[in-house]
C-alpha cells in the first residue's frame, strides 16, 4: 500500500487531494500548521484509519515514522489576503519548508511533487503561459513574497533532482476554485459569491477588464494525480482552464447564478495585479491526457450551492 506525507493538508487543495489518495488506496500523513487551513476540511477523512493529521509547521525539521513513498508539498499562504498578512512565513515555508520535504524525500528515498504556481509568471509578457516561459515578476513588490518562494522551491526542488537523483514533479497551478475554500480567502470567486450570497456590493478591482482562467477543483486535482502516477519527471506542468474570463464577466455571472441583489462596485488594482493569466495546457494534455471537464458555470454552481450550506447554513 503506497504512502504519501501532504503538507498543507487541511488546505483547500491539500485536503481534495488527501481525499484522492485515500480513495485510490493510498496512506496519508498529513501535516498542517492550520495557519491558514482549516481543521473542519478533515473532519470526514478523520473517520479513515489509514488516514493520520499532525499539526507541523513544516519550515521545522519532518521527522516520520516508517515508509515514505512520495512527499506532496502544498503548504504555503496561497491567496493575496494570506501571503500578504504572514510576508515572511510564506518566504520561509517555500525556501525551509521546501527544503524540510526534500529532506524528507530523500531520506526515505521517496519523491517529492511540489505544487507550484502560475504566479511563478508574474504579470506575463507572453499569453497564453507555456511552461517555458520565465516570467515577468517584481521581486522587491508586495506580492514578491509568494511569487519568488514558489520560484525559489522550484529550484531547489530541481537542485535536488539533479544533486541527489530525487524523483520530483512541479505541477504548476492556476487559479482554481471550488468547495472547502473559505470565505475571507481574498481571491475574486470566494469574494464574489460570499458578497452575492448577503446581496452585499461586489468588489471588482480597477475596470474588471483584466482576465482570469478558472478550473475546478475536481479537475485540477484529477490533474495532480494523473502527474502523479505518470513516468514526467523534472518538467513542470501546467495544470488550469485554459477559457479566460474578465473579472467583471465572472463578478456579473456570480451574481445571476445566485440569484443576487448585490449591486458591483470598482476599487483600486492591487499592486502588480496580473493583466492577463491563461495557461498553455499543451504538455498535460500530450503527456497527461488531461484537460479540464468542468465548464465555468457549472463549477460555479456547485460552489455556490456549497457554500450556501456551508457560509450561511453551517
Not at 524528507?104 to 503561459?129: F, I, N, R, W
Not at 519527471?233 to 451574481?255: Q, S, Y
Request: aromatic share 6%; hydrophobic share 40%; glycine share 10%.
Amino acid at each position: 500500500m503506497p504512502r504519501a506525507v501532504v503538507t498543507g493538508a487541511a488546505g483547500f487543495l491539500g485536503s481534495h487531494l488527501c481525499d484522492r489518495l485515500l480513495g485510490e488506496g493510498w496512506e496519508v500523513l498529513a501535516l498542517d500548521s492550520l495557519l491558514t487551513g482549516q481543521a473542519a476540511n478533515l473532519d470526514a477523512t478523520l473517520e479513515n484509519d489509514r488516514f493520520v493529521f499532525r499539526r507541523q509547521d513544516v519550515t521545522h525539521h519532518l521527522h516520520v515514522e516508517g515508509a515514505v513513498d512520495w512527499v506532496l508539498h502544498l503548504a504555503s499562504p496561497a491567496s493575496p489576503t494570506d501571503y500578504l498578512n504572514h510576508p515572511i512565513h510564506t518566504l520561509k515555508v517555500g525556501a525551509l519548508g521546501t527544503l524540510n520535504a526534500l529532506g524528507l524525500a530523500k531520506a526515505k528515498g521517496g519523491g517529492l511533487l511540489l505544487t507550484s504556481t502560475s504566479e511563478v509568471y508574474g504579470d506575463p509578457l507572453v499569453h497564453p503561459q507555456p511552461e517555458s516561459y520565465w516570467g515577468n515578476v517584481n521581486p522587491i513588490g508586495p506580492r514578491g513574497v509568494y511569487d519568488e518562494a514558489k520560484r525559489y522551491a522550484e529550484a531547489m526542488v530541481m537542485a535536488y533532482h539533479r544533486a541527489h537523483d530525487v524523483p520530483v514533479k512541479i505541477v504548476r497551478i492556476f487559479n482554481t476554485y471550488g468547495p472547502r475554500m473559505r470565505r475571507d480567502d481574498g481571491r475574486a470567486v470566494p469574494t464574489f459569491i460570499d458578497h452575492a450570497l448577503r446581496d452585499q456590493p461586489i468588489p471588482v478591482h480597477g475596470d474588471g477588464s483584466q482576465t482570469r482562467s478558472l478550473c475546478y477543483v475536481d479537475d485540477l486535482i484529477e490533474g495532480i494525480w494523473r502527474l502523479l502516477g505518470s513516468d514526467l519527471v523534472g518538467e513542470p506542468i501546467n495544470l488550469g482552464n485554459p477559457e479566460e474570463v474578465k473579472v467583471l464577466d465572472l463578478a456579473r455571472t456570480v451574481v445571476s447564478l445566485a440569484g443576487s441583489r448585490s449591486e458591483i462596485v470598482f476599487a483600486e488594482r492591487p499592486v502588480d495585479d496580473p493583466e492577463v493569466r491563461c495557461p498553455d495546457i499543451s504538455r498535460a494534455r500530450t503527456t497527461l491526457g488531461w484537460e479540464p471537464r468542468v465548464g465555468l458555470s457549472e463549477g460555479l454552481e456547485r460552489t455556490i450551492a456549497w457554500a450556501r450550506e456551508a457560509w450561511l447554513l453551517g
